[in-house]
């Protein structure tokens, strides 16, 4: 709610700017602000609605509104926020107008000043304020990331809300960097295409940034499985409950951040009988839930066979490891 209001006000003091000097990459920077609040609205509300208990309708929950969202996101970033900078920019670019202003100055009281120091003063904030968000998402980051590369952590990300909060801020650095930029280059040499310029490469940024935020939560909203260390991690529990052979099969995808649905089948020892079959199921769901608790639905069939489709064993040699 915080980063919303934020958002929010920052969108406004940028579109003022805009409009005082005409500044295209300011009106894109604006939209992109826009766009930004709208995505914080959205994440909350995907927050909210995955909250709900499970009903008749979703008997497993709601978990996967948290990557609904965030795609609905993505797909604003591209079209509200990349689209509409691409298109204006290019519009000025065709057209030929440099965006001139009807008064270069802007009189608030007694005071007159040139109206591009609103711009300069809104951008060089906006770039304090977005660095200082940053800090903050890059921190929570590298504590998920776990010291991967930045590009496997982002690809690798069970939960798209940090790593999309870390994206939408790297890229309002550069696109305010990029603004600002354009908005110097207009004024000192003045040459005006240097603005609508900087409009098109901003909306180049956003839609390259939605495309790959896209990708990411398009895996997960289908039902992208757990990590390979995961799945062996459930192997070696599961086969370390007495009572447990072997597991011959493992399936397991995620409905939301916090909630897997596993599915496995286990080899029994074969004396066993019905009655001690079913104490060793609830154990070893106990015992996976007690160290993931995300594995929150898990379902076991007793199968001495299978056939091994999703399973991963402990030795660093298992197929699936990427």
């Not at 909250?51 to 978990?63: H, S, V």
């Not at 007694?110 to 809104?122: E, T």
């Not at 295409?193 to 990708?215: E, F, K, N, Q, T």
């Not at 079959?277 to 069939?301: G, Q, S």
Request: charged share 20%; hydrophobic share 55%.
């Amino acid at each position: 709610m915080a980063a919303l209001a934020g958002n929010v006000a920052i969108a406004v003091c940028k579109l003022v700017a805009a409009l005082l000097s005409h500044s295209t990459a300011t009106l894109a920077e604006a939209a992109h602000s826009i766009a930004d609040s709208g995505n914080q609205a959205l994440l909350l509300v995907g927050m909210g609605l995955a909250a709900k208990p499970p009903d008749d309708r979703f008997p497993f929950g709601r978990a996967a509104e948290r990557y609904f969202w965030p795609f609905v996101v993505a797909l604003m970033l591209f079209s509200l926020g990349g689209a509409f900078a691409i298109v204006e920019g290019s519009h000025r670019l065709v057209s030929g107008n440099a965006g001139e202003t009807a008064s270069k100055y802007v009189h608030i009281a007694s005071i007159s000043f040139p109206s591009i120091w609103v711009s300069y003063v809104v951008l060089g904030l906006s770039f304090f304020f977005e660095a200082m968000s940053f800090r903050v998402a890059f921190r929570e980051f590298r504590i998920i990331a776990k010291g991967k590369p930045i590009v496997n952590a982002i690809f690798e990300a069970r939960d798209p809300t940090v790593p999309l909060v870390l994206a939408e801020d790297a890229t309002a650095l550069l696109g305010l960097a990029i603004a600002l930029a354009a908005v110097i280059l207009t004024n000192t040499t003045g040459i005006w295409w240097w603005d609508p310029l900087g409009s098109v490469l901003i909306g180049a940024l956003l839609a390259a940034v939605s495309l790959v935020l896209a990708r990411v939560t398009h895996a997960l909203l289908i039902g992208a499985s757990v990590l390979p260390s995961e799945r062996r991690r459930i192997v070696e529990i599961v086969e370390s409950v007495e009572g447990v052979d072997r597991v011959t099969q493992l399936l397991a995808m995620h409905l939301g951040p916090d909630v897997v649905i596993v599915a496995l089948k286990i080899a029994f020892r074969p004396e066993m009988k019905v009655p001690e079959i079913e104490d060793v199921t609830n154990l070893l769901e106990k015992k996976v839930r007690a160290e993931m608790p995300e594995m929150r639905k898990i379902f076991v069939e007793a199968d001495s066979r299978g056939d091994g489709r999703g399973l991963v064993h402990a030795s660093p040699e298992a197929p699936g490891e990427t």
